[in-house]
Nanobody, 120 residues
Framework: QVQLVESGGGLVQAGGSLRLSCAASGSIFRINAMGWYRQATGKQRELVAFISNVGTTIYADSVKGRFTISRDNAKKSVFLQINSPKPEDTAVYYC??????????????WGEGTLVTVSS
């Protein structure tokens, strides 16, 4: 089994910056790719950013140019640098890991989420 624990959420002003971290533990050898999803109140969970084991990244159009995903392959950790956040970025952010090579493929694991609130 794989456990994912997020940290770094909180309140941030629009235009500021925030860095989310996620550490994996357990059977981390299973992990291939990692990423971040988010879910705002009343909305469906959506992919924010994804990074493969060779560094290929995918970003939601709404965060391109503002968010940056990175990972530490050895430690199976993933990070999300949030720059110039907007109030509409307010959501619970979930760490995600998969044995597959793309979102929605393979065996998937989820963290419990960390709340990011962006004030205007």
């Amino acid at each position: 089994q794989v456990q994912l624990v997020e940290s770094g959420g909180g309140l941030v002003q629009a235009g500021g910056s925030l860095r989310l971290s996620c550490a994996a533990s357990g059977s981390i050898f299973r992990i291939n790719a990692m990423g971040w999803y988010r879910q705002a109140t009343g909305k469906q969970r959506e992919l924010v950013a994804f990074i493969s084991n060779v560094g290929t990244t995918i970003y939601a159009d709404s965060v391109k140019g503002r968010f940056t995903i990175s990972r530490d392959n050895a430690k199976k950790s993933v990070f999300l640098q949030i720059n110039s956040p907007k109030p509409e970025d307010t959501a619970v952010y979930y760490c995600y890991a998969t044995t597959g090579s793309r979102p929605g493929y393979g065996i998937e694991y989820w963290g419990e989420g960390t709340l990011v609130t962006v004030s205007s």
